[in-house]
């Protein structure tokens, strides 16, 4: 019983805090603004379709010097690419998601994959679909 009592609560445990630790929105809104573009609509993303898929390192990446990834946390784009290039991040936000999607998209296609991704602008900048949950409620505040 006493064996059965701790198994169920750290079921329990892991179950409330699996949520927590994932933190990613489902759908999220990348926003052309916040990378300094006013002539494309923001980006729908959905992060749920791609990490069922992927390695989160795929994408959330540190390099060391040696340019090997050495993973990531849960970190933002923004919160290490800029708008623009800085001495100590060269490479500017909407490059990096160009260079980080688009390759990768690009793979897939070149390997015949059943499914693919977008690679031109307007598959992804798209006019008048509408921002996922958590940009509406950030326009409210």
């Keep these: 019983m006493k064996y059965m009592t701790t198994l169920l609560a750290a079921a329990l445990t892991l179950a409330l805090a699996a949520p927590l630790a994932l933190g990613q929105e489902d759908v999220m809104t990348l926003s052309s603004a916040e990378q300094g573009l006013k002539d494309r609509p923001p980006v729908v993303f959905s992060h749920a379709k791609h990490s069922d898929?992927?390695?989160?390192?795929?994408?959330?990446?540190?390099?060391?010097?040696?340019?090997?990834?050495?993973?990531?946390?849960?970190?933002?784009?923004?919160?290490?690419?800029?708008?623009?290039?800085?001495?100590?991040?060269?490479?500017?936000?909407?490059?990096?998601?160009?260079?980080?999607?688009?390759?990768?998209?690009?793979?897939?296609?070149?390997?015949?994959?059943?499914?693919?991704?977008?690679?031109?602008?307007?598959?992804?900048?798209r006019a008048g679909v509408p921002a996922a949950p958590q940009a509406k409620e950030a326009k409210k505040k």
Aim: net charge neutral; with cysteine; proline share 7%.
């Design 53 to 125: 898929i992927y390695d989160c390192t795929a994408c959330h990446h540190e390099y060391d010097k040696f340019m090997a990834n050495q993973g990531g946390g849960e970190a933002k784009c923004s919160e290490c690419h800029q708008p623009s290039a800085t001495a100590k991040n060269p490479t500017p936000l909407t490059l990096a998601f160009h260079q980080q999607c688009k390759s990768c998209h690009l793979k897939l296609i070149q390997m015949k994959a059943p499914q693919t991704g977008p690679i031109m602008c307007g598959d992804c900048h």
